[in-house]
């Protein structure tokens, strides 16, 4: 069922833009989970208050809570598709990162509230009313739950959203919670000990543990996460396959949604290239790299000498010095100002943020190397750091 109606909702959604395709599958999700909670809810109370069901009570508040996470949802979704403004240049997409944390939050409250009640059952237990007709409403509600979380994992995977992942999770701490209240009513009615309360407390460990590991993964991406090494390799690939590109340097991704992602870059060509061809080089790239990698990228030219064999025999043994030195470093922009007492090589140096040593110490070491290749040559280098730079073997260009 869930599989036959996302794939009426792509042809419904395909001539539209991907951040509209994505506000309308959350705005979708969210009514659909507003309205199933909120019959949960009315189902569940009548039933708890009819036979006197603590248990059942409370697994209805948390259905009632789980509309008001949807309606979060709802509202986190829709701001996120707001379009960019003078005060947000980069547009409201982040707000769905947001909502998704809110959910988290939700999440671990109910985790707290529900070990609280689980002690207070623990230590005054009260036998519930046993009756088929709370055992058919609670299997009914464990498979409405499990049909949700389906159906939020599946949106939730095609639009890869990190806060309908949130509420698939959620859903599922829910049929844990639900299940365990089924189980203990059975297993209370057949042997008179109350596990209510016990089972109660496994599930709310089980819900802290995964709001706690839902509000890391929300914040990550407000903070901003390190793009992964595959988008990197792309971008690498993509830029080095046009002519006259020699090498580039610097890349740095921002991303503010996931159809909002902006990347600069500086991009290596020859010096002695005609400086209108090399604008029209980036030009170029930067119209493709939209077009289709959906990345708004902006390139700073580097125009690099390499017919002077005196500066590029000094860069390679430079760079198997530094090699030696620290093998996961890499330097780019190597010029060298000759003089007759001196000799002034000016590189930059890629380094890790993993790596033990200070920047101030880098420079000192590297500086120190360079000495001894010559004592009239003078290192200035400058750090620049980058938590992932592609290997030459790993860029089949």
């Known amino acids: 069922m869930t599989n036959i109606l996302i794939r009426k909702l792509i042809k419904n959604f395909e001539n539209t833009s991907n951040s509209r395709v994505r506000e309308n599958y959350g705005k979708l999700a969210s009514i659909m989970g507003i309205g199933s909670n909120l019959l949960l809810f009315i189902i569940k109370i009548a039933v708890g208050l009819l036979f006197n069901s603590i248990s059942i009570t409370a697994d209805a508040v948390n259905n009632l809570s789980d509309s008001g996470s949807s309606l979060v949802t709802l509202l986190g979704f829709k701001l996120s598709g707001k379009p960019a403004d003078a005060d947000h240049p980069f547009g409201h997409q982040r707000m769905e990162y947001i909502s998704g944390l809110v959910v988290s939050f939700i999440i671990l409250f109910l985790g707290l509230q529900l070990i609280q009640s689980s002690f207070d059952k623990i230590i005054h237990p009260e036998l519930p009313q046993f009756n088929i007709i709370s055992v058919v409403v609670l299997i009914v509600a464990i498979l409405i739950k499990v049909w949700q979380c389906l159906f939020y994992r599946k949106i939730g995977k095609t639009i890869n959203s990190l806060t309908l992942m949130a509420t698939a999770i959620d859903s599922r701490n829910d049929i844990m919670a639900t299940s365990a209240v089924l189980v203990a009513t059975v297993v209370t009615y057949l042997t008179g000990f109350d596990l209510d309360g016990y089972m109660g407390l496994v599930v709310a460990v089980f819900i802290i543990i995964s ?141 890790p943020f993993d790596v033990e040593w200070s920047d101030e110490e880098l420079i000192l070491m590297i500086s120190n190397e360079i000495y001894k290749i010559n004592p009239t040559y003078h290192a200035v280098v400058t750090i620049d750091h980058n938590h992932y730079v592609p290997n030459e073997d790993e860029l089949d260009v």
């Not at 990197?232 to 993509?238: A, R």
């Open 211 to 351: 709001g706690i590991n839902l509000i890391k993964e929300t914040i990550s991406p407000l903070l901003g996460t390190a793009p992964s090494n595959e988008l990197v390799d792309q971008i690498y690939k993509k830029i080095l396959s046009y002519e006259h590109i020699i090498g580039l340097h610097d890349l740095i991704i921002h991303s503010y949604g996931e159809s909002k992602t902006y990347a600069s870059v500086h991009c290596e060509v020859p010096a002695e290239l005609d400086c209108l061809i090399s604008h029209s080089v980036i030009d170029k790239i930067e119209r493709d790299v939209l077009k289709d990698m959906d990345i708004n990228l902006i390139i700073h030219l580097d125009p690099v000498v390499i017919t002077d064999e005196r500066t590029n025999a000094l860069k390679e043994q430079v760079e198997q010095t530094i090699e030696t030195l620290l093998p996961d470093i890499h330097i780019h922009d190597f010029r060298v100002v000759w003089g007759f007492d001196h000799s002034n090589l000016i590189f930059d140096v890629v380094v």
